[in-house]
T-cell receptor, first 115, second 114 residues
Framework: AQKITQTQPGMFVQEKEAVTLDCTYD???????LFWYKQPSSGEMIFLIY??????QNATEGRYSLNFQKARKSANLVISASQLGDSAMYFC????????????FGQGTRLTINP | ETGVTQTPRHLVMGMTNKKSLKCEQH?????MYWYKQSAKKPLELMFV???????ENNSVPSRFSPECPNSSHLFLHLHTLQPEDSALYLC?????????????FGDGTRLSIL
Protein backbone atom coordinates (compact mmCIF):
# COMPACT_ATOMS: atom_id res chain seq x y z
CA ALA A 1 0.00 0.00 0.00
CA GLN A 2 1.11 3.52 -0.68
CA LYS A 3 1.02 6.28 1.90
CA ILE A 4 1.79 9.99 1.88
CA THR A 5 2.54 11.94 5.06
CA GLN A 6 2.51 15.71 5.31
CA THR A 7 3.42 16.64 8.87
CA GLN A 8 2.78 20.40 8.67
CA PRO A 9 -0.95 21.19 9.00
CA GLY A 10 -0.24 24.89 8.59
CA MET A 11 2.61 27.24 7.77
CA PHE A 12 2.95 31.00 7.91
CA VAL A 13 5.61 32.72 5.82
CA GLN A 14 6.50 36.33 5.06
CA GLU A 15 6.08 37.45 1.48
CA LYS A 16 9.21 37.04 -0.68
CA GLU A 17 10.70 34.40 1.61
CA ALA A 18 11.33 30.85 0.42
CA VAL A 19 9.24 28.08 1.95
CA THR A 20 9.65 24.30 2.12
CA LEU A 21 6.63 22.04 2.45
CA ASP A 22 7.45 18.57 3.73
CA CYS A 23 6.28 15.30 2.21
CA THR A 24 7.36 11.76 3.01
CA TYR A 25 6.03 8.67 1.32
CA ASP A 26 5.95 4.96 1.69
CA UNK A 27 5.66 2.45 -1.12
CA UNK A 28 6.91 -0.98 -2.10
CA UNK A 29 6.82 -0.08 -5.80
CA UNK A 30 10.16 0.32 -7.55
CA UNK A 31 8.69 2.73 -10.05
CA UNK A 32 6.41 5.58 -8.99
CA UNK A 33 5.61 9.22 -9.54
CA LEU A 34 5.32 12.06 -7.06
CA PHE A 35 3.11 15.10 -7.59
CA TRP A 36 2.37 18.38 -5.85
CA TYR A 37 -0.96 20.13 -6.21
CA LYS A 38 -2.18 23.54 -5.01
CA GLN A 39 -5.78 24.05 -3.92
CA PRO A 40 -6.90 27.68 -3.45
CA SER A 41 -10.01 28.45 -1.45
CA SER A 42 -12.04 28.28 -4.67
CA GLY A 43 -11.59 24.52 -4.68
CA GLU A 44 -9.80 23.64 -7.90
CA MET A 45 -6.72 21.41 -7.69
CA ILE A 46 -3.85 22.90 -9.68
CA PHE A 47 -0.97 20.67 -10.75
CA LEU A 48 2.40 22.20 -9.84
CA ILE A 49 5.24 19.74 -10.36
CA TYR A 50 6.07 16.08 -11.00
CA UNK A 51 9.05 13.88 -10.06
CA UNK A 52 9.56 10.38 -11.36
CA UNK A 53 11.29 7.87 -9.11
CA UNK A 54 14.01 7.26 -11.70
CA UNK A 55 14.62 10.91 -12.47
CA UNK A 56 18.15 11.74 -11.41
CA GLN A 57 17.65 15.46 -11.24
CA ASN A 58 15.22 17.32 -9.01
CA ALA A 59 12.23 18.67 -10.90
CA THR A 60 11.81 22.43 -11.29
CA GLU A 61 8.93 24.50 -12.64
CA GLY A 62 9.41 28.22 -12.36
CA ARG A 63 9.39 29.15 -8.67
CA TYR A 64 8.63 25.55 -7.68
CA SER A 65 11.25 22.90 -7.15
CA LEU A 66 11.03 19.44 -5.69
CA ASN A 67 13.74 18.32 -3.28
CA PHE A 68 13.70 14.59 -3.97
CA GLN A 69 15.64 12.37 -1.56
CA LYS A 70 14.88 8.82 -2.59
CA ALA A 71 16.75 7.07 0.20
CA ARG A 72 14.82 9.10 2.78
CA LYS A 73 11.58 8.73 0.81
CA SER A 74 10.97 12.44 0.91
CA ALA A 75 9.74 14.81 -1.79
CA ASN A 76 9.62 18.29 -0.32
CA LEU A 77 8.23 21.21 -2.31
CA VAL A 78 10.27 24.40 -2.29
CA ILE A 79 8.63 27.67 -3.30
CA SER A 80 11.09 30.47 -3.88
CA ALA A 81 10.21 34.16 -3.46
CA SER A 82 6.73 33.50 -2.09
CA GLN A 83 3.82 35.67 -3.19
CA LEU A 84 0.48 36.49 -1.58
CA GLY A 85 -1.22 34.39 -4.25
CA ASP A 86 0.65 31.33 -3.01
CA SER A 87 -1.66 31.17 0.01
CA ALA A 88 -3.55 27.88 -0.43
CA MET A 89 -3.66 24.22 0.58
CA TYR A 90 -0.82 22.16 -0.86
CA PHE A 91 -1.12 18.43 -1.41
CA CYS A 92 1.59 15.90 -2.05
CA UNK A 93 0.50 12.79 -3.95
CA UNK A 94 2.04 9.65 -5.37
CA UNK A 95 1.15 7.11 -7.97
CA UNK A 96 2.62 3.72 -8.80
CA UNK A 97 3.47 3.22 -12.44
CA UNK A 98 2.56 -0.45 -12.57
CA UNK A 99 -0.95 -0.89 -13.83
CA UNK A 100 -3.82 1.51 -13.32
CA UNK A 101 -2.63 2.75 -9.97
CA UNK A 102 -4.55 5.43 -8.16
CA UNK A 103 -3.22 8.78 -7.02
CA UNK A 104 -2.81 8.73 -3.23
CA PHE A 105 -2.90 12.11 -1.49
CA GLY A 106 -1.53 13.38 1.78
CA GLN A 107 -3.52 15.40 4.32
CA GLY A 108 -2.26 18.68 2.94
CA THR A 109 -0.51 21.75 4.33
CA ARG A 110 -2.26 25.12 4.55
CA LEU A 111 0.23 27.81 3.54
CA THR A 112 -0.44 31.42 4.44
CA ILE A 113 1.74 34.17 3.02
CA ASN A 114 1.81 37.32 5.13
CA PRO A 115 2.44 40.74 3.55
CA GLU B 1 -13.58 25.97 -23.40
CA THR B 2 -10.49 24.29 -22.04
CA GLY B 3 -9.63 22.01 -19.13
CA VAL B 4 -12.07 20.18 -16.92
CA THR B 5 -15.50 21.64 -16.22
CA GLN B 6 -17.80 20.50 -13.44
CA THR B 7 -21.46 21.39 -12.93
CA PRO B 8 -23.09 22.37 -10.73
CA ARG B 9 -20.57 24.19 -8.52
CA HIS B 10 -22.84 23.89 -5.50
CA LEU B 11 -25.65 21.44 -4.76
CA VAL B 12 -27.93 21.13 -1.76
CA MET B 13 -30.18 18.12 -1.66
CA GLY B 14 -32.30 16.11 0.72
CA MET B 15 -31.58 12.51 1.54
CA THR B 16 -34.39 11.24 -0.65
CA ASN B 17 -33.51 13.27 -3.75
CA LYS B 18 -31.86 12.03 -6.92
CA LYS B 19 -29.34 14.31 -8.60
CA SER B 20 -26.39 14.03 -10.95
CA LEU B 21 -22.98 15.67 -11.06
CA LYS B 22 -21.50 16.33 -14.47
CA CYS B 23 -17.90 16.53 -15.59
CA GLU B 24 -16.62 17.41 -19.04
CA GLN B 25 -13.01 17.50 -20.21
CA HIS B 26 -11.69 19.24 -23.33
CA UNK B 27 -8.13 17.92 -23.11
CA UNK B 28 -8.44 14.86 -25.31
CA UNK B 29 -7.70 12.59 -22.35
CA UNK B 30 -8.72 8.95 -22.15
CA UNK B 31 -9.04 8.52 -18.39
CA MET B 32 -11.41 10.24 -15.98
CA TYR B 33 -11.75 10.08 -12.22
CA TRP B 34 -14.11 10.97 -9.38
CA TYR B 35 -12.64 11.99 -6.02
CA LYS B 36 -14.30 12.88 -2.72
CA GLN B 37 -12.76 15.52 -0.47
CA SER B 38 -14.19 15.64 3.05
CA ALA B 39 -13.12 18.03 5.75
CA LYS B 40 -9.93 16.96 7.52
CA LYS B 41 -9.47 13.88 5.33
CA PRO B 42 -7.20 13.28 2.34
CA LEU B 43 -8.70 13.15 -1.11
CA GLU B 44 -10.30 9.77 -1.66
CA LEU B 45 -10.45 8.18 -5.09
CA MET B 46 -13.94 6.89 -5.87
CA PHE B 47 -13.93 5.72 -9.49
CA VAL B 48 -11.57 5.47 -12.45
CA UNK B 49 -12.67 5.21 -16.06
CA UNK B 50 -10.29 4.40 -18.88
CA UNK B 51 -11.60 4.57 -22.45
CA UNK B 52 -15.14 4.65 -21.03
CA UNK B 53 -14.66 1.44 -19.05
CA UNK B 54 -14.63 1.45 -15.28
CA UNK B 55 -11.23 0.17 -14.14
CA GLU B 56 -11.51 0.87 -10.45
CA ASN B 57 -14.31 1.13 -7.95
CA ASN B 58 -12.78 2.02 -4.62
CA SER B 59 -15.38 0.39 -2.33
CA VAL B 60 -17.87 3.17 -2.90
CA PRO B 61 -21.47 2.71 -1.64
CA SER B 62 -24.03 1.89 -4.30
CA ARG B 63 -25.86 5.17 -3.65
CA PHE B 64 -23.11 6.65 -5.88
CA SER B 65 -23.44 5.48 -9.47
CA PRO B 66 -20.94 6.66 -12.09
CA GLU B 67 -21.55 6.84 -15.83
CA CYS B 68 -19.06 7.51 -18.61
CA PRO B 69 -20.90 7.74 -21.95
CA ASN B 70 -17.76 8.84 -23.84
CA SER B 71 -14.20 9.82 -23.08
CA SER B 72 -15.11 13.50 -22.64
CA HIS B 73 -17.99 13.15 -20.19
CA LEU B 74 -18.35 11.65 -16.75
CA PHE B 75 -21.39 11.68 -14.49
CA LEU B 76 -21.94 10.80 -10.86
CA HIS B 77 -25.55 9.88 -10.14
CA LEU B 78 -26.60 10.40 -6.53
CA HIS B 79 -29.47 8.62 -4.80
CA THR B 80 -30.57 8.42 -1.17
CA LEU B 81 -27.42 10.05 0.16
CA GLN B 82 -26.47 10.38 3.82
CA PRO B 83 -25.31 13.49 5.73
CA GLU B 84 -21.75 12.12 5.79
CA ASP B 85 -21.74 12.31 2.00
CA SER B 86 -21.54 16.10 2.22
CA ALA B 87 -18.18 16.96 0.66
CA LEU B 88 -16.40 18.49 -2.31
CA TYR B 89 -16.53 16.13 -5.28
CA LEU B 90 -13.71 16.58 -7.73
CA CYS B 91 -13.47 15.26 -11.24
CA UNK B 92 -10.11 14.77 -12.94
CA UNK B 93 -8.75 13.53 -16.25
CA UNK B 94 -5.39 12.31 -17.50
CA UNK B 95 -3.91 11.12 -20.76
CA UNK B 96 -4.56 7.55 -19.67
CA UNK B 97 -4.83 5.67 -16.41
CA UNK B 98 -1.33 4.17 -16.78
CA UNK B 99 0.46 7.42 -17.47
CA UNK B 100 2.85 9.38 -15.31
CA UNK B 101 1.23 12.49 -16.72
CA UNK B 102 -0.55 14.59 -14.10
CA UNK B 103 -4.25 14.49 -13.54
CA UNK B 104 -6.05 17.72 -14.33
CA PHE B 105 -8.86 18.62 -11.97
CA GLY B 106 -12.09 20.54 -12.27
CA ASP B 107 -13.25 23.15 -9.77
CA GLY B 108 -15.39 20.62 -7.94
CA THR B 109 -19.01 20.39 -6.86
CA ARG B 110 -19.65 21.24 -3.23
CA LEU B 111 -22.43 18.94 -2.09
CA SER B 112 -24.49 19.46 1.05
CA ILE B 113 -26.94 16.82 2.22
CA LEU B 114 -29.75 18.08 4.46
Amino acid sequence: AQKITQTQPGMFVQEKEAVTLDCTYDTSDQSYGLFWYKQPSSGEMIFLIYQGSYDEQNATEGRYSLNFQKARKSANLVISASQLGDSAMYFCAMRGLQGAQKLVFGQGTRLTINP
Amino acid sequence: ETGVTQTPRHLVMGMTNKKSLKCEQHLGHNAMYWYKQSAKKPLELMFVYSLEERVENNSVPSRFSPECPNSSHLFLHLHTLQPEDSALYLCASSQNSYSNQPQHFGDGTRLSIL
